[in-house]
């Protein structure tokens, strides 16, 4: 059963800081990888997707990585700013024909002025 | 285009009382996904819904719940005789098909709180 872990489960850094927020999963065999941003009381929008065959993923200050064979992905966030501020989601998808999400429970970020 | 419509966005409900959340998919989109948070928890998937059938409802409590995605109109998640423990945010996602190439967007939530 394809367990998603995200650590730290919460993170305090002050403005202009480069942090990395890790995701892990049980099983390798996924088809792809996404990240959420996730404010509060807010839906989730849709930040980065990793299919399994690419290493990385880049959009502005963000960069996603992917490790398939550990299990793990990591997401660097550059230079944060206050805005930044939400909880941030990994979401794995199982298999081609597969549609469902395994989300991990969310890393919380604050980013302080 | 709009985005994934969920309505209401807020939903109180007394114990016992049925509660019906609502989701427009994306134009164009035939394949509806509801997911539930629960405080302080990641997303967890309930039910998969083409038009007018439902393909997966592997996550769906067996009892009190029910999903269906008419012909005409939004899908629908129900919640019967609510109890404290439904109190949670519910999610809608929709893709224009599955398989590889489908990504699913998702709405604003539904927050449903029990008293």
């Known amino acids: 059963k394809q367990e998603v872990t995200q650590i730290p489960a919460a993170l305090s850094v002050p403005e202009g800081e480069n942090l990395v927020l890790n995701c892990s999963f049980t099983?390798?065999?996924?088809?792809?990888l996404q990240w959420f941003r996730q404010d509060p009381g807010k839906g989730l929008t849709s930040l980065l997707l990793i299919q399994s065959s690419q290493r990385e993923q880049t959009s502005g200050r963000l960069n996603a990585s992917l490790d398939k064979s550990s299990g793990r992905s990591t997401l660097y966030i550059a230079a944060s700013q206050p805005g930044d501020s939400a909880t941030y989601l990994c979401?794995?998808?199982?298999?081609?024909?597969?549609?469902?999400?395994?989300f991990g429970s969310g890393t919380r970020l604050l980013v302080r002025p | 285009n709009a985005g994934v419509m969920q309505n209401p966005r807020h939903l109180v409900r007394r114990r016992g009382q049925e509660a019906r959340l609502r989701c427009s998919p994306m134009?164009?989109?035939?394949?509806v996904y509801w997911y539930r948070q629960l405080p302080e928890e990641g997303l967890k998937f309930m039910v998969y819904?083409?038009?007018?059938?439902?393909?997966?409802e592997s996550g769906m409590p067996k009892e009190r719940f029910s999903a269906e995605f008419p012909k005409e109109g939004p899908s629908i998640l129900r919640i019967q005789q609510v109890v404290r423990g439904d109190s949670a945010a519910y999610f809608c996602a929709s893709s224009l098909k599955t398989g590889r190439s489908a990504e699913a967007f998702f709405g604003q939530g539904t927050r449903l709180t029990v008293v």
């Open positions: 099983d390798s065999a996924i088809y792809n």
């Open positions: 819904l083409q038009k007018e059938n439902i393909i997966d």
């Open positions: 134009k164009g989109h035939s394949h």
């Open positions: 979401a794995v998808r199982l298999g081609d024909s597969s549609y469902k999400l395994i």
